[in-house]
């Protein structure tokens, strides 16, 4: 299992930017592809952003499609969601998770293709 933490979140303004990073422990990060989801209040967690082993393939919700950016980068252990206008109903805690993978270009985008997931940000985008 590898360990998450996510970091990067806070209040932004609608039409602002924000990066979030989610930081691996372990030495066989580049076996796991990773993605994003999110969670608002009385909401259930919902699919944003996945990325393969290599960093080449992603996929993203059609939510945040063109507006949303996840990379990673192996060597420094860590993926990224970079959020450019965003909007009030981008309001929600966002959780990093990671799916071990024989295949380069799998990307998960089901919850429960994800066995290990981070403790989640807090982002608030105000009106």
């Known amino acids: 299992q590898v360990q998450l933490v996510e970091s990067g979140g806070g209040l932004v303004q609608a039409g602002g930017s924000l990066r979030l990073s989610c930081a691996a422990s372990g030495r066989t990060f580049n076996m796991y592809a990773m993605g994003w989801f999110r969670q608002a209040p009385g909401k259930g967690r919902e699919f944003v952003a996945a990325?393969?082993?290599?960093?080449?393939?992603?996929y993203y919700a059609d939510s945040v499609k063109g507006r949303f950016t996840i990379s990673r980068d192996n060597a420094k252990n860590t993926m990224y969601l970079q959020m450019n206008l965003v909007k009030p109903e981008d309001t929600a805690a966002y959780y990093c998770?990671?799916?071990?993978?024989?295949?380069?270009?799998?990307?998960?985008?089901?919850?429960?293709?994800?066995?290990?997931w981070g403790q989640g940000t807090q982002v608030t985008v105000s009106s």
């Open positions: 990325i393969d082993r290599r960093g080449v393939n992603t």
């Open positions: 998770a990671a799916a071990y993978s024989g295949s380069y270009y799998y990307t998960p985008h089901s919850e429960n293709e994800f066995g290990s």
